[in-house]
């Protein structure tokens, strides 16, 4: 029975955490996937993680991170991408150099340190070009050892708080003191003489899930999860006839790469809330994960993976500044790809309202969702490179 009841709390309790964040705008600022990743560690540290728990957490943790990256793939416009202002693909292009070469400029630092360095470079890409969905989903590609996926997801959140309450506070002042203010537009006028929006985009909210239950929703979006099952199901064939070693890379990538054709059927790309529905699976895992945080292992090897990942974080965005100078690239348009590729698309509305500026919540959300496509490609072989170049 206790199992029974651990499960439905890993199935209800993010429902509870996306209520309070809709009701209260200081709690959405934290963020539900750090609420459900801290309250998981909090069932673990009070003992409510009952004796025997371990393979429902695994099996929720193998099911989850698949399961959920094809459904938010589904609403991706790859047309979009093309049709980004120049500053903005050149900022976001701009950030994914400069992650990857913090993480290989950590890798040299910190490769007699941490056997498994190559892992969490990996992950490290993952998250920072996309999200959490892609650090977990390379920690599984790679057979990370579980505590490293754990350490990895409680390290990226550790470092993460000081730089996004310096990107809603005081950044925006101080980058423009070497970067060029953003030029505000007025939106294109409509046929009727109104001003019209570039994209319905501007009108949705990802991290909106009301009337998700409302039979027009609802009927869509399950035939979106039996497609999302399917593909989970092909990427499993793979797995079982890929060579071991590189099992769980083929699943990944399989999965990403079906995920993303799939976005391509207009059927499929117009499904109402598969992203929103995939967002909520993430955050489950991230209360599993959570629950599976053994405060020793965290307190003997976090501190190397957490100077790793904080190298990654402000290296890559220092770096980020450097190059944004160059190329005369504005202050918002910087942070906005930066928040896209640090801490994933449903934070760029906020850090948008932080900065008064209405018109890069567009680029940011498709730079985000972009980067939640390229992070499993790049994440799984910049890791298998390096894990060959140190032998």
């Not at 025997?52 to 959920?68: K, T």
């Amino acid at each position: 029975m206790s199992l029974i009841l651990l499960s439905l709390t890993f199935l209800l309790f993010p429902a509870v955490v996306i209520y309070a964040c809709g009701r209260f705008p200081a709690i959405d600022k934290i963020g539900a996937g750090i609420i459900c990743y801290c309250a998981g560690i909090a069932l673990s540290l009070a003992g409510l993680v009952p004796a025997g728990a371990r393979p429902v957490q695994e099996a929720f943790m193998n099911v989850s991170v698949p399961l959920s990256i094809p459904l938010m793939l589904f609403s991706v416009d790859l047309k979009r991408w093309s049709r980004l202002a120049g500053t903005t693909a050149t900022s976001f292009a701009c950030m994914i150099l400069a992650v990857l070469c913090a993480t290989a400029a950590g890798f040299l630092i910190f490769e007699d340190r941490l056997p498994e360095v190559w892992m969490i470079a990996g992950m490290s890409i993952g998250v920072y070009t996309g999200g959490t969905p892609n650090l977990n989903a390379i920690g599984l590609a790679l057979k990370a050892p579980e505590h490293i996926i754990v350490l990895a997801n409680t390290a990226d959140m550790l470092v993460c708080i000081p730089w996004f309450i310096f990107i809603l506070t005081f950044a925006q002042r101080i980058l423009n003191l070497f970067l060029p203010p953003f030029e505000k537009h007025l939106a294109s006028p409509a046929a009727d003489g109104r001003s019209a929006p570039d994209t319905d985009w501007e009108t949705k909210d990802i991290n909106d899930y009301r009337n998700i239950f409302s039979r027009p929703v609802l009927l869509p979006l399950t035939g979106g999860l039996c497609l999302a099952l399917t593909i989970f199901a092909a990427g499993v064939g793979l797995y079982s006839i890929a060579p071991r070693e590189y099992n769980m890379a083929v699943l990944m990538l399989a999965i990403t790469t079906l995920g993303l054709a799939a976005s391509f059927i207009p059927a499929v790309r117009n499904i109402d809330k598969t992203f929103q529905l995939g967002q909520y699976i993430i955050l489950v895992f991230c209360l599993v994960v959570g629950s599976m945080a053994d405060i020793r292992q965290l307190v003997i090897a976090a501190p190397h993976i957490i100077l790793y990942m904080a190298l990654v974080v402000y290296g890559s965005f220092a770096l980020h500044l450097f190059m944004s100078r160059i190329f005369k690239v504005d202050t918002d348009t910087t942070i906005i790809t930066a928040t896209a590729a640090i801490f994933s698309p449903p934070f760029v509305p906020v850090v948008a309202s932080a900065l008064r500026n209405r018109e890069v919540v567009i680029s940011g959300l498709t730079a985000g969702i972009m980067g939640y496509v390229i992070g499993n490609y790049l994440g799984i072989t910049i890791a298998y490179l390096l894990r060959a170049w140190g032998g």
